[in-house]
């Protein structure tokens, strides 16, 4: 089992950036793959970027390719999310997920574990 937790959210300006990061517990964090959700007030919870277990694969959601990144440090426990040229419609409560020998994947069903999640807010 693993346990998460994010930060590096808060306020930012339209076309500004922040990295978020999320740290996991335990000693077998290369094995999992990694992922980022966000979820607006209202809306269903959406896929935004997803890294495989070893760091060789990732993918990223149409709606942030380009301006989103995000990688992984094994050695720190660590996977984060780089957001550049941010849009108000960014805003959104921002969820780190993790799956055991995962793909890194755009399905929820594919994370069980999952962190409390960091506030993104974007003002125009």
């Known amino acids: 089992q693993v346990q998460l937790v994010e930060s590096g959210g808060g306020l930012v300006q339209a076309g500004g950036s922040l990295r978020l990061s999320c740290v996991a517990s335990?000693?077998?964090?290369?094995?999992?793959?990694m992922g980022w959700f966000r979820q607006a007030p209202g809306k269903e919870r959406e896929f935004v970027a997803g890294i495989s277990w070893s760091g060789g694969r990732t993918g990223h959601a149409d709606s942030v390719k380009g301006r989103f990144t995000i990688s992984r440090d094994n050695a720190k426990n660590t996977v984060l999310l780089q957001m550049n040229s941010l849009k108000p419609e960014d805003t959104a409560v921002y969820y780190c997920?993790?799956?055991?020998?995962?793909?890194?994947?755009?399905?929820?069903?594919?994370?069980?574990?999952w962190g409390q999640g960091t506030q993104v807010t974007v003002s125009s």
């Open positions: 997920a993790a799956s055991y020998l995962g793909t890194g994947g755009s399905r929820r069903s594919e994370y069980p574990y």
């Open positions: 335990g000693r077998t964090f290369s094995s999992y793959a």
